[in-house]
């Protein structure tokens, strides 16, 4: 995990969730996290833990675009998603993600929730935001009729 990227969990934790845990993606492979609610930071290259699972999510995110709900092109994007745990779906997971590994900084700044996902470049500009379509297969992105 990034350096810089360590360092501003560690804030977000001790500012709200003073008793939870750290895990660096390394020790979070080797962990069984099925059990727990968790809060993943990082690029989805970037952060081995959720390159693990990056297929299960119904996004991607790529160097020049976020895919989503439909293709949102653009080299400075910001994504946040509420998802089930992926070793467990009756726990939360959720994903705070960018194309840099430097946009995840302050990425909490942005107001998310009580929607599912968020996409935007700052706190002022909010590209698409919604929730996501729930099935036994898995959350979606809802189609439009």
């Known amino acids: 995990m990034n ?30 996290l099925s059990e727990k609610n968790i809060l993943a930071y990082g690029t989805l290259q ?10 299960n999510f119904p996004f991607a995110v790529m160097t020049n675009e976020i895919i989503a709900d439909k293709r949102y092109p ?36 942005v107001f998310h929730g009580p929607t599912d996902y968020i996409l935007f470049r700052d706190e002022e500009d909010i590209i698409t935001e919604g929730n996501y379509q729930k099935t036994e297969q898995g959350w979606i992105f809802p189609t439009s009729e």
């Open 74 to 109: 653009g080299n400075d994007l910001k994504f946040i998603s509420a998802l089930p745990n992926p070793e467990n779906p009756d726990n939360a997971l959720v994903v705070y993600t960018a194309q840099r590994a430097e946009d995840i900084l302050n990425i909490n700044n």
């Open 46 to 55: 970037g952060n081995s833990w959720l390159s693990k699972y990056s297929d």
């Open 3 to 32: 350096e810089n990227i360590q360092k501003y969990v560690k804030a977000v934790r001790d500012n709200f969730f003073p008793e939870s845990k750290i895990f660096t993606d390394e020790e979070a492979l080797a962990e069984d």
